[in-house]
């Protein structure tokens, strides 16, 4: 396993799948939390991300990213509210994408685009730039629209696979991170399943632009 993926996975100990609460992640505060990922990003040459709630990290704009870090700037254990310089460490971070080999397969959920994140600008700037995203060559945007009938897989929790050697699952109270070969099968299944129902190009684009003009 790459050493920037092992040393995230085994932060708190030594099991193949390792727990950590979001309240222990941000005691020194969100921008830290940012930089943690970093190594791992730029080690990771596949990244593998699906979200039912979010557009994913990668794709987001910082007005985006500051309302999203915002939303959960409410941790007790939070020293301060830094979620603005948070979210311009996230869309920093983010540059790694347009790194020589790196390739980004992401899927969201239909839903993604109409759920409310910030003030009136965060939600249209957002999904401008994930229009022009999608065409950028190391991206590969897949959505599931609702309508999709007898549907293989059920909306999941947010997760994402780095490589094939470590998957990270986003829960409400904390971060799950993944080593263990024949579970990270099993996320690379469902990730399969569910790319297997996304719609790309025109009518993903489609999908978008209905969902933009919805807010005008």
Not at 160 to 179: G, K
Request: proline content about 6%; glycine content about 4%; overall charge negative.
């Amino acid at each position: 396993m790459p050493q920037p993926a092992r040393e995230f996975a085994l932060r708190t100990d030594n099991t193949e799948s390792t727990y950590t609460e979001w309240r222990h992640q941000v005691r020194n505060g969100l921008t830290e939390l940012q930089s943690t990922l970093v190594p791992l990003f730029h080690e990771t040459q596949l990244f593998r991300i699906y979200s039912s709630t979010l557009v994913p990290g990668l794709l987001q704009t910082e007005g985006y990213a500051a309302a999203v870090l915002s939303a959960v700037a409410d941790f007790p254990e939070l020293p301060c509210d830094d979620s603005a310089e948070a979210a311009r460490a996230r869309v920093e971070r983010s540059r790694v994408i347009h790194e020589p080999g790196k390739r980004c397969v992401l899927l969201i959920e239909e839903a993604v685009l109409y759920c409310q994140i910030g003030d009136s600008d965060a939600l249209p700037t957002q999904l401008a730039y994930l229009i022009k995203a999608a065409d950028l060559p190391p991206v590969s945007l897949g959505i599931v629209p609702m309508a999709t009938r007898e549907r293989a897989q059920l909306p999941q929790e947010t997760f994402h696979v780095y490589d094939d050697t470590l998957v990270s699952v986003e829960l409400v109270s904390a971060e799950v991170s993944i080593t263990q070969p024949s579970e990270i099968a099993q996320y690379l299944k469902t990730f399969e399943q569910l790319r297997r129902m996304a719609v790309y190009g025109a009518e993903a684009r489609a999908l978008m632009l209905k969902a933009l003009e919805a807010l005008q």
